[in-house]
Structure formats: structure tokens, C-alpha cells
């Protein structure tokens, strides 16, 4: 793969967000008139969608605890809706249902999508939140669930059907797309600012600025950039949290089984919304077997030629190993027994559906920041990295909103992400959920 020899912008990583950034500056640039696509390439070192982005379940959903998550999701949900053809999008909506320990979160949750517009309901109580889920799916019978966010935008999108569309955009806007090149190094000037980047097809100097968005691979540029790999936390109480690893490694944990996806289908026949279900009752197999006693969950939306899901994911001991993506991941052996299980437990359609469980190319690796939140932020006078903490394949917006912030603009909703947070003790509240991600 020829490079060119100089590019004003660099993007270095073409999934969800190296897309979205290159697309969204090519098209700013020649709305501004200070060029357009031909200033911007993307350098990956496998091709579109290689990493997180490719194999990522797609759920699209707002149901965040903290305020900051939920108003950046709202923006992101914008863009999903502004070209659901393109970006593959199914705006099925998404309902979160939890146990008694979560309906305090849920409520807030929900109050806080009234105030900024976004459309949801809140059903509290177990014996309304089962009528609500039977009008839905009269064979829905899971137990222990007091509380229930049904939000009415959201949904998912087909992982590498999104990614090419929104390469097919970076190509209309005539931002180069380059697949096999490796970045293997950066170069520094006297100010600190990156000149140049050095890769697998040669040197690129950069005109303007450089943008990181290495999905898992964010732990190699953290240590090409020489940042410390463990931070001192400051927390809003004042107590500071020493020498926490920057990052950590998550094994998602995601499956699917091969029904007939018709088959879940809502009483009316139409598009079942994903589904995220949190439950403290007992877990049994369809064969009697004990697979839980606390509390639990599992998402699960239809896909293409299967139910496709996933339940919490498992920290990875030790060295992580990254490459070839995704099949160095660890999937838990028990986790086929328990997502069949759950599902049978929420509707009855899935009874006896562990025999179809599919050993298919889900799950993968994630890196994790120090509180799990994302970090979007310059770290070289020119030099600006978006790092999702494995939130972000939903947050199609963040490209957008960097974008304006590599031309001078500020961005409000990015703001509360910068890395400062951990020194200044202005962290995101934490929910009670089981997931490092909510
Ligand atoms: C199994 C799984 C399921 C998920 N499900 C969801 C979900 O349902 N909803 C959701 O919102 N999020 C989900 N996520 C999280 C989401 O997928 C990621 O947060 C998001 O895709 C990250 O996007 P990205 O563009 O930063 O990185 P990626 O998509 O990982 O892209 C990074 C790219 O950088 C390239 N690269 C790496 N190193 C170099 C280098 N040195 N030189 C050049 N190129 C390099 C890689 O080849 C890769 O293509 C899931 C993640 C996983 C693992």
C-alpha cells in the first residue's frame, strides 16, 4: 500500500470513530471552504471494521446513569437517525429491565430523558412491568424484574454494515482509506507536537493534526505517547485512589443461537426491540440445573439469521493478547448454558434452545480506562485521541463532535471526558449495575 508522503490530518484507526472523525472533518472543511477530503487520510493496519467496531453487537440504546453518557448518546443517536439506510440502523427502541436494587438508577435515568427529549417510559412495579413485557411478547415470564426503561429511539445496526457505510461517505468526500498499514511510530518536534508518523509503508509527515482512535489497541499508543501506565484517581470526596492501572482488559462475553429470527418477533409481528435484562431470581437450565443465585443478566437482540446477545464480561488476568482480533478472546465455557438459559427464562419461545447455540465470531477483547468511562482528549498540542473504554460502537456522533473540535470549536458534550477528570476528582457518577459500562 503506496502512502502519501505528507497529509495535513491523520487518522490512525478506521472502526467506528477514525471513520466517523475523517468523514465528518472532510465534510467541515469543505463546507468552510478550507478544503475537504483530499487533507484527510485514514491508516489502518488491517482494513475497515478489523477491530471492536467490526464484531460489536450494535446495540444502540441511552440508558446511561450518568448525565454526561446520556446527552452525548442523544447526539449520537441524532447522527444514527439521520441516515439509517447508510449506517444500517434498526430503530427497534431498547428496553432495560432491572431488579429492585435498580430502580432507583432506572428512575433517575428516565427523568433525566424527559428533561433533554429523549423518548422513553418508565414502568415500575413487577406485576405492570409483566403486563408491559406480555403486550409485548404474551410468552414473556421472566421473574424478579421490578423495573423497566422502554426507550422508543435506539435500537442496533449491523456492525460492518455501519462501518462501510460510513467508509462509503469518507469515499464521497475523497478522504484515502489506506488498509495494511501499520503505525509503528510517532514523531516528535521541539514543542512536543507530533511532525510525522512512521508506519509499516513509510514515513507520513503531518500537516495539521493527528487523530487516534485504536478501539483496544489503546494501550500501545498510551505507551508510544509515553503516558504513565498507572494514574493517581482523585475522587469527588477528595480521596485520591493511587497508581490505578490506566487500562484494563475486559473478554466480552457474546453468543448466538440459531432460531429462526422471525421467531422473535413482538405480538403484532413487528421488530422486537433489543433487550437487556438484569434479574436477581434463580437461573435454572430447561433441565433443571441451578446456572445462577444472584443477580444476573443478558442482552439479546434479533439479528440477521439468529438471536444474537451477550451477558457481563469477564476481566482478563494478566497479559492481554490482542492479535489476530477477535480470536484470541475468552469466552467462558458456562456462558452458552447461561445466555440459553436466560432467554428461555424471559420467553417461553426460547425454551429448549440450547442445542442451537452457535460457536459463531462473537465476543471479543476490550480496553478499559481507569474508571471505565472514556477518555476524548488532546494529548500533543496537535495531537487528539479517542479512547471509548469499549463503549463506543453506538457513539457514532463522537466523530462529529471531535471534528469540530480539531477545527477550534469547543464541545460541550465532550468536555466532561478530557483526562484531566482524574486529577481535578470530576469523575461520573457511578450506577448500581453489574456491567462496567452503564
Ligand atoms: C464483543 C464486543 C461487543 C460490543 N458490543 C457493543 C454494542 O453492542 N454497542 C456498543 O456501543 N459498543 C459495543 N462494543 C464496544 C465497541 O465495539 C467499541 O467501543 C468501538 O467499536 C471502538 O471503536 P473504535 O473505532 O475506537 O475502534 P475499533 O473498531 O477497534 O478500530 C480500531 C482500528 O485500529 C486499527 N489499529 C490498531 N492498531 C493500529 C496501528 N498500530 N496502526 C494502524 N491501525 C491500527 C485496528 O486494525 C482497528 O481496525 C462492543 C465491543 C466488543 C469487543
Redesign the pocket.
Known amino acids: 500500500m503506496k502512502t502519501p508522503p505528507r497529509s495535513p490530518y491523520v487518522v490512525?484507526?478506521?472502526?467506528?470513530?477514525?471513520l466517523s472523525t475523517a468523514y465528518h472533518l472532510a465534510k467541515e472543511l469543505r463546507a468552510r471552504g478550507n478544503g475537504g477530503g483530499t487533507d484527510v487520510i485514514v491508516?489502518?493496519?488491517?482494513h475497515p471494521g478489523?477491530?471492536?467496531?467490526?464484531?460489536?453487537?450494535?446495540?444502540v440504546r441511552n440508558n446511561y446513569f450518568q448525565p454526561a453518557m446520556s446527552e452525548l448518546m442523544q447526539a449520537c443517536v441524532e447522527v444514527w437517525e439521520s441516515d439509517p439506510e447508510a449506517y444500517a440502523y434498526n430503530p427497534v427502541g431498547y428496553i432495560a429491565l432491572g431488579a429492585s436494587v435498580q430502580e432507583a438508577d432506572l428512575s433517575e435515568t428516565h427523568a433525566r430523558q424527559e428533561r433533554i427529549g429523549y423518548r422513553s417510559e418508565l414502568i415500575v412495579g413487577e406485576a405492570e412491568v409483566d403486563a408491559h413485557m406480555k403486550e409485548l411478547f404474551p410468552d414473556w415470564r421472566a421473574q424478579g424484574v421490578t423495573v423497566c426503561l422502554h426507550e422508543h429511539q435506539g435500537g442496533f445496526a449491523f456492525n460492518m454494515d455501519s462501518v462501510e457505510g460510513l467508509h462509503g461517505k469518507c469515499r464521497e468526500e475523497g478522504v484515502s482509506v489506506l488498509s495494511g498499514?501499520?503505525?509503528l511510530g510517532l514523531e516528535n518536534g521541539s514543542d512536543g507536537s507530533i511532525t510525522a508518523v512512521e508506519t509499516s509503508a513509510g514515513r507520513i509527515e503531518v500537516g495539521e493534526q493527528v487523530v487516534l482512535?485504536?478501539?483496544?489497541?489503546a494501550r500501545?499508543f498510551w505507551e508510544m505517547l509515553a503516558l504513565p501506565e498507572t494514574i493517581d484517581v482523585h475522587t469527588p470526596g477528595g480521596e485520591v485512589v493511587r497508581d490505578r492501572p490506566m487500562w484494563t482488559y475486559w473478554n466480552?462475553q457474546?453468543g448466538e443461537v440459531g432460531v429462526d429470527p422471525l421467531t422473535f418477533a413482538t405480538a403484532d409481528g413487528g421488530a422486537p426491540p433489543v433487550i437487556h435484562l438484569d434479574t436477581d431470581a434463580p437461573l435454572y437450565s430447561d433441565d433443571g440445573n441451578l446456572i445462577a443465585d444472584e443477580l444476573w443478566g443478558i442482552y439479546f437482540k434479533r439479528d440477521r439469521h439468529s438471536v444474537q446477545g451477550g451477558a457481563s464480561p469477564v476481566v482478563v488476568d494478566g497479559d492481554v493478547e490482542l492479535d489476530p482480533y477477535p480470536q484470541t478472546t475468552d469466552v467462558d465455557p458456562a456462558f452458552p448454558d447461561l445466555f440459553c438459559a436466560a432467554l428461555s427464562h424471559a420467553m417461553s419461545r426460547f425454551e429448549g434452545c440450547r442445542p442451537l447455540y452457535k460457536q459463531a465470531r462473537s465476543?471479543?477483547?476490550?480496553a478499559f480506562t481507569a474508571d471505565n468511562f472514556p477518555v476524548f482528549d488532546y494529548f500533543r498540542p496537535n495531537l487528539y485521541a479517542?479512547l471509548?473504554s469499549?463503549?463506543?460502537?453506538?457513539?457514532i456522533g463522537v466523530g462529529k463532535e471531535v471534528a469540530s473540535v480539531l477545527l477550534g470549536g469547543h464541545s460541550r458534550l465532550l468536555y466532561p471526558f478530557r483526562f484531566e477528570r482524574f486529577a481535578t476528582g470530576d469523575l461520573h457518577p457511578v450506577s448500581s449495575s453489574p456491567y462496567p459500562w452503564s
Request: proline content about 5%; some cysteine; hydrophobic content about 40%.
Open positions: 490512525v484507526g478506521a472502526g467506528i470513530h477514525g491508516l489502518d493496519k488491517a478489523a477491530g471492536a467496531s467490526g464484531i460489536a453487537c450494535g446495540v498499514v501499520e503505525v482512535a485504536p478501539g483496544p489497541w500501545q466480552l457474546e465476543g471479543g477483547v476490550g479517542i471509548d469499549n463503549h463506543g460502537y453506538k457513539m
